[in-house]
């Protein structure tokens, strides 16, 4: 399923809303996905400029105890294994813990009361400049998981959020934490500069 501004040729379901972009456009967007999908037990977000490894879609609720990837299935999971990509040279950066809407999944019902509120807050309300679901948005249940290779998210000058390519660029440091940096190969991809050529070939081929 798709979710876009203009129409899509990808998955079975695509769904246009004729929007100009925007945080509040942001959550409309992720709600009329998820009242499309109430079909859906468990939810996977994507977002159209991060490579998701396999490993990402390995998380599995309700699995078999002996799954190292097994969780309750309640709450809400943010996969915090990728590293940040910069779409201009292919350098490389990572940050512990790091909480992103497109490493996030959770069951349909979490997902789904929390996105509708946030409509009808920010609507009311204005945004706040919080985008990703947790406590400081009502959700308590909240959990971190790595899966076995990264996914890589590529940024660029039309992302949403602002880039941070330094430590210092940080005003709270602890979002700076594990900070490392990288123009080589990263685990599952290989040599990052080709995927990323590969990636701008298949961007500019569609």
């Not at 999908?37 to 977002?47: G, L, Q, R, V, Y």
Request: include cysteine; charge should be negative.
């Amino acid at each position: 399923m798709a979710v876009g501004l203009k129409p899509l040729d990808y998955g079975d379901v695509t769904i246009v809303l004729p929007l100009q972009p925007g945080p509040l456009t942001l959550h409309k967007q992720i709600l009329a996905g998820l009242k499309a999908a109430t079909d859906a037990d468990w939810i996977f977000f994507c977002e159209n400029d991060v490579l998701y490894h396999p490993s990402h879609f390995a998380l599995d609720p309700m699995g078999p105890d002996e799954d190292p990837n097994t969780v309750p299935g309640d709450g809400i999971y943010y996969n915090t294994n990728v590293w940040k990509v910069r779409y201009s040279d292919g350098h490389c950066v990572w940050t512990d813990d790091l909480q992103q809407t497109s490493g996030l999944s959770g069951d349909w019902w979490t997902l789904h009361d929390h996105y509708e509120r946030r409509v009808t807050e920010i609507e009311h309300d204005g945004f706040d400049r919080h985008y990703e679901p947790g406590p400081k948005t009502g959700i308590r249940e909240v959990f971190n998981w790595m899966s076995a290779f990264p996914n890589l998210d590529i940024r660029h000058d039309k992302t949403m959020t602002k880039s941070k390519w330094s430590p210092s660029a940080f005003r709270n440091k602890r979002y700076a934490v594990g900070w490392r940096e990288t123009d080589g190969e990263i685990e599952g991809w290989g040599n990052v500069r080709e995927v990323l050529q590969s990636f701008v070939a298949s961007v500019a081929g569609g």
